[in-house]
């Protein structure tokens, strides 16, 4: 509704203003609509700009009828700028959240890099493996279980979902429907422990990249916990 508002508040001076330096208000306000509510925002704002400035700044004024190409090319120019400008705004936000995301996993790995690098106590790098791990999946809570285990889970790995009474079929991570997996924890060619993963709840998807990582951090923790760096 933005568009129209700023459209009709314009009225009053539209015989003092050009049309196309209205058409650059309302592509301002598009950005603001793409900026507030993601590309939905963006593509309806563009469209009712592009209503509003025919309805209110072309003649004859009040009716979806154009009188002259010139107002035609207008309008078309503004529902075509207002898309491009509603698309790229959409894009760089989304840019911006994968940029800082990658930081922040590359902060993840740094911190449990430097624990490991410091020989840390065993119990230390369990728990801060654990910490990282429970963020990157949004997890509504883990434990750490050393070897052996006491009941077969749901496995958790770099591709996929392995579900124990179908080893031979793994399904998808993005189509598991599962309350608890594991993730193993090994290192030297074999397992040490694994954190028993509590998920959000039935049906939730795990994320490729967030899979990876906590895959990634597990494995910095087995090779950590194998070789006899951590002790306490």
């Known amino acids: 509704m933005a568009p129209p508002a700023v459209a009709l508040a314009l009225v009053p001076v539209r015989s003092h203003v050009r049309d196309t330096n209205v058409a650059l208000v309302l592509v301002v306000v598009i950005v603001a609509a793409a900026v507030l509510d993601d590309r939905r925002g963006g593509v309806l704002a563009a469209l009712s700009s592009a209503v509003a400035f025919d309805l209110f700044f072309t003649r004859p004024y009040g009716s979806l009828v154009i009188d002259r190409s010139a107002d035609i090319e207008t309008a078309v120019l503004l529902l075509g700028v207002g898309l491009a400008v509603g698309e790229l705004v959409v894009r760089a936000r989304a840019a911006t959240r994968d940029a800082a995301r990658e930081r922040a996993e590359t902060q993840q790995v ?39 285990f006491r009941t077969p889970l749901p496995t958790l790995g770099h591709g996929s979902i392995r579900f124990p009474a179908m080893e031979d079929k793994p399904r998808p991570a993005a189509s598991a429907r599962v309350e608890a997996v594991e993730l193993p924890v090994c ?35 087995g090779a950590a916990l194998a070789r006899g760096g951590a002790h306490g």
Do not use: K, N, W, Y
């Open 187 to 221: 290192g030297g060619g074999r397992p040490v422990g694994r954190f028993v993963l509590q998920l959000p709840g039935a049906g939730v998807g795990v994320d490729p990249s967030a899979r990876a990582l906590a895959v990634a951090l597990a494995d910095q923790l």
């Open 110 to 148: 740094r911190r449990l890099s430097a624990l490991v690098a410091g020989s840390a106590p065993r119990g230390a790098l369990i728990v801060m493996a654990q910490t990282e791990i429970e963020a990157v999946l949004d997890t509504h809570g883990s434990q750490f279980e050393p070897v052996p």
